[in-house]
Nanobody, 122 residues
Framework: QVPLVESGGGAVQAGGSLRLSCAAS????????MGWFRQAPGKEREGVAR????????RYPSFVKGRFTISRDNAKNTLYLDMNSLKPEDTAMYYC???????????????WGQGTQVTVSS
């Protein structure tokens, strides 16, 4: 059984928006940190957003801050990533992950989903 399942990826034009979802099975307790990561071909995987167990604290790197918003619905065990003002350089496979510590992207990435592709054309 796959513990995390992403959905919502697709192809959009630059300036467009997408909403990614990540459904967690009972594997992750509601008090785990959750995050979104991405990996483009030939590049290292990078964190784009993480959220605390309560959902009240979030962290973003500068290259997505103000454009991406992470949220979670603990009652539904679902994580979201709203992406606006998308750029071609946002093209990547996007993964959700869960972890046991909010302290860093690394500690928020113990369990991974299989990914959903986002392609932004110019």
């Amino acid at each position: 059984q796959v513990p995390l399942v992403e959905s919502g990826g697709g192809a959009v034009q630059a300036g467009g928006s997408l909403r990614l979802s990540c459904a967690a099975s009972g594997f992750l307790a509601p008090n785990d940190c959750m995050g979104w990561f991405r990996q483009a071909p030939g590049k290292e995987r990078e964190g784009v957003a993480r959220i605390s167990a309560s959902g009240k604290v979030t962290r973003y790197p500068s290259f997505v801050k103000g454009r991406f918003t992470i949220s979670r619905d603990n009652a539904k065990n679902t994580l979201y990533l709203d992406m606006n003002s998308l750029k071609p350089e946002d093209t990547a496979m996007y993964y959700c992950a869960g972890g046991h510590s909010f302290g860093s992207f690394e500690s928020c990435s113990t369990t991974w989903g299989q990914g959903t592709q986002v392609t932004v054309s110019s």
